[in-house]
């Protein structure tokens, strides 16, 4: 089992920035991968960034340049940098990890943290 835990959302103007964190309580080092999901009101849940193992990394286009997915498997801890935000990034941010086990991987989702862009 794997709880997430998100944090640093909040109210930003336009232009602005926010760095989201998400600690795990396992080993990060382990996971498939680490991913950052949003859900804007009235919209479906889509992601937004994901890393992966590896530490390679892919971006929805609507922030690629503007938002950069990291980790510190130290601290088991993956981070959302966001800048130049803008009004359609409001949303709940959610965390979410894909882990593997001898019977299949597993999902496992924060409780979300909300960024409201607005001036």
């Known amino acids: 089992q794997v709880q997430l835990v998100e944090s640093g959302g909040g109210l930003v103007q336009p232009g602005g920035s926010l760095r989201l964190s998400c600690a795990a309580s396992g080993s990060i080092f382990s996971f498939n991968a680490m991913a950052w999901y949003r859900q804007g009101p009235g919209k479906q849940r889509e992601l937004v960034a994901r890393i992966f193992s590896g530490g390679g990394t892919l971006y929805a286009d609507s922030v690629k340049g503007r938002f950069t997915i990291s980790r510190d498997n130290a601290k088991n801890t993956v981070y959302l940098q966001m800048n130049s935000l803008k009004p359609e990034d409001t949303a709940i941010y959610y965390c979410?990890?894909?882990?593997?086990?001898?019977?299949?991987?597993?999902?496992?989702w924060g409780q979300g943290t909300q960024v409201t862009v607005s001036s």
């Open positions: 979410n990890c894909n882990v593997g086990y001898t019977l299949g991987n597993r999902d496992y």
